[in-house]
């Protein structure tokens, strides 16, 4: 590198050499093993099977500081606008890489993809930033794009049970150059909402288990606002000057990076106008479009096997196209699969302009309308929440993430009475949501925090087609569709929290993430308000603390929260609905 580092790179190159082939690079802080050149990873090499055979040189690297790359690691290190001699950050790295690799590696036609999944996603992103001439086409999928809402943090609440276990073992100091990972941490129980609610509060994590030996761990939890220690490591606002092709790919049941597809590429296509910029949102879980077929998730059948098509007609034609002269495919600006009717669609624009707002309020009696409250007397309702009971987010007992708990049968919430729950009539005709959720609440409590979880479910009617191949029968499912969390005390602001004053009536507003997905004809649109949802996002005490991963256990208490629900204070959510019939920004799809 341009500041005499070395970064390990294990380059793999086709047997046939009668014709040069493109560069496809990946740059990763999860190791690039087996080391040694005899060695060969087990996995496929480059993104897919498909890509592997159609014969391109696979390059793998370790990002500086990690396994056997000399330097410093910095977590989603920042990327500086203002270089002088001498500077570096990760684009700079991946231009110095492209550089090294156009001048020593033989056979190779002067052309360099790129494409990584979650945080090599993220290398990705940076690595189009100022990119090199010879970067032709990029691919980040699943990307980091900002730590505050990606992985680590949803509306300022704490994920909890990925930040623990993934920096349990990632985060532990290298101490010089190694080919090894840290040991995994044990939780000494399958059962992790059990495991994380005996820790008790966050503080007790070093106490109990990491005894400081985790850096970031401790930075987290030194900055619980989105202050500038998070502020630059946002990426988002450096997707500038990018000049190749770009692929943005997540999935719209990727609990981990769903906020950093949808961003990276509104990013892109509003700093970067005229190049070709495509977003592509399958039903998949964090990077499942390389892991399996896609043909279902949990209890849900997708009707096809959605990552086999989208790796055959989509990524392989992309950086066949872009870096070997093959026919362009047929790709829409935004090729997104619609759960439901289980069907890709294409659009010109995502969310498709044609989308439009409609509020849908909460009344009396656990109903859902489409109608304004009339005007009436002050109405809410109320739940206790109590942090020493909380509401899983999931019935799967794991120590990890719950793979299925985006589609998850929500009857095991709706049942309890810490959530509210409002449903509409069976509908008269399909409903399709397109694009993000608004959540608009009026909200009340007698302690002062509380956390706002809403969750948009579809409820099957009671009698649906029979299950095939021993499925389960879905009569009633209540299948969820998207949900959020919001940390009360930033409805102000991230950077400056505030604390609610008790029985006072405050306006709490956020958004759920987009989805494409249809309501049918008899089926009924279902909202959940509670307050816990574990161990997902961490428990909030409920007393105001100015750090909560300072609150002592004497903080946590039970409090009745209230969501008012009066013409005064409407609480709603604004769908976004798109037409039936023809639309106008529809575009064909890659045929099978």
Do not use: C
């Not at 550089?99 to 090599?120: C, F, I």
């Not at 495509?278 to 059948?301: C, E, F, Q, Y």
């Not at 997708?302 to 034609?317: C, D, I, M, N, W």
Request: negative net charge; glycine residues 8%.
């Amino acid at each position: 590198m341009r500041d005499g580092v070395t970064l390990f790179t294990a380059i793999y190159t086709p047997r046939d050499s009668r014709q040069p082939r493109p560069i496809l690079l990946r740059r990763t802080p999860y190791s690039v093993g087996p080391y040694g050149e005899d060695r060969y990873p087990e996995r496929a090499l480059g993104p897919s099977e498909e890509i592997e055979r159609d014969g391109f040189i696979f390059v793998d690297q370790d990002v500086r500081g990690r396994f056997m790359s000399e330097g410093d690691f910095i977590n989603v290190r920042p990327h500086l606008t203002d270089k002088v001699q001498g500077d570096i950050d990760e684009s700079t790295d991946t231009w110095d890489t492209i550089t090294w690799l156009l001048a020593n590696v033989e056979g190779h036609n002067g052309r360099v993809g790129q494409w990584g999944v979650s945080y090599p996603g993220f290398y990705t992103s940076a690595g189009m930033i100022d990119g090199h001439p010879a970067l032709k086409a990029v691919s980040p999928q699943a990307p980091i794009a900002d730590w505050f809402w990606d992985d680590m943090h949803r509306n300022g609440a704490f994920v909890l049970a990925l930040a623990f276990n993934f920096f349990s073992s990632f985060g532990q100091p290298r101490h010089g150059l190694t080919k090894e990972w840290p040991e995994r941490f044990q939780h000494g129980t399958p059962d992790g909402y059990q495991f994380f609610l005996d820790l008790g509060p966050v503080r007790n994590a070093n106490d109990f288990y990491f005894q400081d030996r985790i850096p970031f761990w401790n930075e987290i939890t030194a900055h619980p606002d989105y202050d500038a220690f998070w502020q630059v490591r946002n990426i988002l606002p450096h997707l500038r000057n990018i000049h190749s092709a770009v692929l943005t790919v997540g999935g719209w049941y990727d609990t981990e990076d769903l906020y950093g597809p949808l961003k990276t590429y509104a990013a892109v296509e509003q700093q970067n106008p005229g190049i070709q910029n495509t977003l592509v949102m399958g039903p998949w879980i964090h990077g499942g479009w390389a892991k399996n077929d896609g043909r279902s998730l949990g209890d849900i059948d997708f009707g096809q096997a959605t990552s086999e098509y989208y790796r055959k007609h989509v990524e392989l034609p992309f950086f066949r196209h872009h870096l070997k002269d093959a026919p362009a495919p047929v790709l829409p600006e935004a090729l997104v699969f619609e759960t439901g009717t289980n069907r890709w669609r294409g659009f010109q624009a995502w969310p498709p302009p044609e989308a439009k707002e409609k509020p849908l309020y909460l009344h009396g009696s656990g109903r859902l309308s489409f109608d304004v409250p009339p005007p009436a007397e002050p109405a809410f309702d109320a739940f206790v929440s109590d942090p020493d009971r909380p509401i899983p987010y999931t019935q799967e007992i794991s120590t990890s993430w719950a793979t299925a708990y985006m589609t998850e049968d929500q009857r095991f919430a709706s049942r309890r009475p810490d959530v509210l729950v409002y449903q509409t009539d069976p509908l008269d005709e399909d409903a399709t949501l397109a694009g993000p959720i608004d959540v608009d609440l009026w909200v009340s409590t007698t302690g002062t925090d509380a956390d706002w979880i809403v969750k948009i479910i579809d409820v099957y009617p009671g009698q649906v087609d029979a299950p095939q191949d021993g499925g389960r029968d879905l009569g009633n499912y209540h299948r969820l569709v998207r949900a959020e969390v919001f940390r009360g005390r930033y409805r102000d602001s991230f950077q400056h929290p505030v604390p609610f004053d008790p029985d006072e009536v405050a306006r709490v507003r956020f958004t759920l993430w987009d989805q494409l997905h249809t309501f049918k004809k008899g089926h009924r649109i279902m909202v959940h308000v509670q307050s816990t949802w574990f161990p997902l996002v961490d428990r909030n005490p409920q007393t105001f603390v100015p750090n909560l991963f300072e609150a002592d256990d004497l903080d946590f208490v039970a409090a009745t929260h209230r969501v008012h629900r009066d013409a005064a204070h409407p609480s709603n959510l604004t769908l976004r609905l798109l037409p039936t019939g023809a639309i106008a920004s529809e575009v064909a799809v890659p045929s099978r």
